[in-house]
């Protein structure tokens, strides 16, 4: 189940609203064509118009893009538009623009990570992991053919191995005459068929004003709106590691097994006791058939608008006021829809508490389009006020900020016939810094800031109730930050240092499988972390030298150590129900955070071979990346770091050429290439530790306790992106 409210920003607190820079007054009239091609089978179309200024004050931009096609990873084909157009009219002072830009698009998803060695074996042996099973005097086991046996059911699929499609045959999907049994179509095709697919549309509409009302004085007003579409197609349960096709003759070796499925959904299974058995539930119906296994859609819709105003005053050349205020309103809609009965007639769902099903049993019937599981709104208002000042003079320059504001949230539980109270909650930020030129060349800074800020929507409520958490504090952020620059005609040197404490930072939610301990079997859970302390602190190096106009070399070095700082409390609930599996401390103190190398090394060189033609060979280094932490154990005793990735460099090469054309009234022309892991490194890219999704999790194979281990046996992982080749060529006139 998604986050209910992950869409709303909290960008107020840290005044970082991103600003989409376009065309209009300052530039001439111009249009622009590209198109960009991937060698892996992804396409790119793009055309763009600005008129510059017209008469009377007008000007307006015109953009659009189609993309299509599949990358590097199986089966995760896409398609997707863009739309952008602003019109501007100066009037006066005052300028005022009209914009609004859509993305729709659609794309298969490859989600949940799996073992090493079911991508790539020998890589996995590399590492030292264990790939093979192995007797009690730990020598390896062999089949009749004379191999190895391997430890997993699906193995060496290759670094862009995706288990989240299959074929299907659905053959039986009409009823026979007296609607005693399905009619099988045995010239029904075999259709691939994605269990994994995400879909959205999230369109955006602004209108600004910008008035100017003397050469200290201007005003900035934006008032904006968005409306949400989208969803995440994906089963109504888990996929089951016995469900995926392990015959390795087989053309679909490692994916999912939809015709066992959907068999069980829509055929007449003989069993040698009872005889011929039906997917029907007596309960319900007792001539439709009743799906074991469907596909839902997680429909995550929200509706928001918003104003922005900022007030500019430049008392004096040195001296610049701004401040302003920003007020919000977000409703997020969630709730889960039937999108595939797998041809089946219907679900039983009896979730939804507002229904009394034991007086009612029709209405647990629930067929395709109709919500399950779950289904609730939520509500976000904001109102934000922050002033700036800034002082520059040529030897020095400072600046102090501060902003406050207030968040309210609510949530109405449609399923759990429950609703929230409106709760509030403050925030605040104050940041400054100075600079100080020491010479001519030599500049050294500082900055410093505390922000105090409300926390994502989901950690104010008890799971996926309206309840209201106790823990409740807001995330902390106390940052310290210094450096200096140098800076002459041809060298350029950055430093700078930074240590930052993270209090309440929001925690990953895990998800993995307990023991449910009413029926000790296994069943889908979700691990919820309230919030974990972190500290970052490191040192970052930029240099670029350009000895002469056609070359240029660019450098870095960045050396950071962040960990984890806290006792945090560890809550295993089930997906369905919410019922509470188990619960504990653990203390993550001195874990590293993972998810980034914690070190990077650099360089390029940009040659510019002849006029206009250009190379620019890549390197960078990733060392000390760690995997994810999980919370599956619950001996803080025993707690231990997480598994550090294998360090791995990757080399990129960069082209390209320009050029016009007199003829063609000085039409531009330039093309770019890119081969990007130019040497086929392979690479872990990402990782999971302990991941309660392992194949093998909570088994002891070859003596090791898979789930446990804190190293490669037991993480899940993708790996990086292999060679690839892109090409791009564009016209300007």
Excluded at 428 to 453: D, M, Q, V
Aim: charged letters at 25%; proline letters at 3%; hydrophobic letters at 30%.
């Amino acid at each position: 189940r998604p986050p209910r409210s992950t869409l709303f920003p909290y960008t107020t607190l840290f005044r970082s609203t991103i600003n989409i820079l376009t065309k209009g007054f300052n530039t001439k009239k111009e249009t622009e064509a590209n198109v960009e091609v991937d060698l892996d089978g992804k396409y790119r179309y793009t055309i763009g118009h600005t008129s510059g200024k017209l008469k009377n004050g007008w000007a307006y931009t015109v953009a659009g893009s189609y993309k299509y096609g599949k990358s590097w990873v199986e089966k995760t084909e896409g398609q997707g538009l863009f739309y952008y157009l602003k019109i501007d009219k100066r009037w006066g002072n005052h300028l005022t623009s009209l914009s609004g830009m859509g993305a729709p698009q659609w794309h298969h998803q490859r989600s949940y990570k799996k073992a090493v060695a079911q991508y790539d074996a020998d890589y996995a042996e590399k590492l030292g992991l264990e790939v093979y099973k192995k007797n009690s005097i730990g020598e390896y086991e062999y089949n009749a053919n004379g191999n190895k046996i391997p430890m997993y059911s699906i193995i060496d699929k290759g670094i862009d191995y995706n288990q989240h499609w299959g074929y299907i045959k659905r053959d039986a999907e009409k009823w026979n005459a007296d609607s005693s049994a399905r009619i099988i179509d045995s010239e029904k095709s075999r259709d691939e068929f994605h269990e994994a697919t995400n879909h959205y549309y999230k369109p955006q509409y602004s209108i600004r004003d910008h008035w100017t009302i003397n050469e200290k004085l201007s005003i900035s007003n934006i008032a904006y709106l968005s409306i949400g579409l989208g969803g995440g197609i994906k089963p109504r349960s888990s996929i089951k590691n016995n469900q995926y096709i392990d015959d390795p003759n087989r053309d679909d070796y490692g994916q999912i097994n939809w015709d066992t499925l959907y068999n069980e959904n829509t055929k007449i299974f003989y069993d040698p006791f009872s005889g011929p058995v039906a997917p029907i539930d007596t309960l319900y119906d007792y001539k439709l058939y009743k799906a074991k296994y469907y596909l839902v859609d997680q429909r995550n819709e929200h509706f928001w608008y918003g104003f922005l105003n900022t007030i500019n005053y430049n008392y004096t050349k040195e001296l610049n006021f701004a401040g302003g205020i920003d007020l919000r309103s977000y409703r997020g809609i969630h709730y889960m829809e039937i999108s595939d009965l797998l041809g089946a007639d219907y679900v039983s769902d009896t979730l939804d508490k507002r229904n009394n099903y034991l007086s009612n049993r029709k209405s647990a019937i629930k067929r395709k389009g109709d919500k399950v599981y779950y289904y609730d709104n939520g509500f976000v208002r904001w109102a934000g006020v922050f002033f700036q000042t800034e002082y520059t003079t040529p030897i020095y320059s400072a600046f102090f900020n501060i902003t406050t504001a207030s968040t309210w949230v609510k949530l109405i539980d449609y399923f759990g016939d429950n609703k929230s109270d409106w709760k509030q909650i403050m925030g605040a930020t104050i940041k400054g810094g100075f600079n100080y030129n020491l010479t001519e060349n030599i500049n050294a800074f500082i900055n410093t800031g505390y922000i105090s800020k409300a926390r994502e929507f989901d950690y104010y409520y008890e799971g996926y109730t309206a309840n209201f958490r106790k823990d409740d504090d807001n995330e902390k952020v106390k940052a310290l930050e210094f450096g200096a620059n140098y800076k002459i005609s041809n060298l350029s040197v950055n430093l700078n240092t930074y240590l930052t404490n993270w209090e309440n930072r929001p925690g990953k939610n895990l998800t993995g499988k307990k023991v449910n301990p009413n029926d000790n079997q296994l069943v889908d859970c979700e691990a919820f972390i309230p919030g974990i302390d972190a500290k970052h602190k490191g040192v970052e190096l930029e240099i670029e030298y350009k000895p002469i106009e056609k070359l240029k070399f660019q450098g870095l070095a960045s050396f950071g150590n962040w960990v984890w700082d806290k006792e945090i409390d560890v809550e295993w609930r089930t997906e369905e129900g919410g019922l509470l599996i188990e619960e504990y401390k653990i203390d993550v103190s001195g874990i590293h955070v993972g998810d980034a190398a914690q070190t990077q090394l650099g360089g390029s060189v940009r040659w510019e071979v002849i006029k206009n033609l250009y190379v620019m060979p890549k390197i960078t280094y990733f060392d000390r990346y760690y995997a994810e932490f999980s919370v599956d154990n619950e001996d803080e005793k025993n707690m231990q770091d997480s598994w550090k990735l294998p360090s791995y460099y990757i080399i990129d090469l960069h082209m390209g050429y320009k050029w016009k054309m007199k003829s063609l009234n000085k039409t531009q022309f330039s093309i770019r290439a890119n081969v990007l892991n130019l040497l086929d490194e392979i690479y872990i890219s990402d990782a999971q530790n302990n991941d309660g999704y392992h194949p093998l999790f909570g088994q002891t194979v070859n003596n090791i306790n898979i789930g446990n281990t804190y190293d490669g046996n037991s993480a899940t992982v993708f790996f990086g992106a292999p060679r690839r080749f892109t090409l791009s060529f564009e016209v300007r006139f």
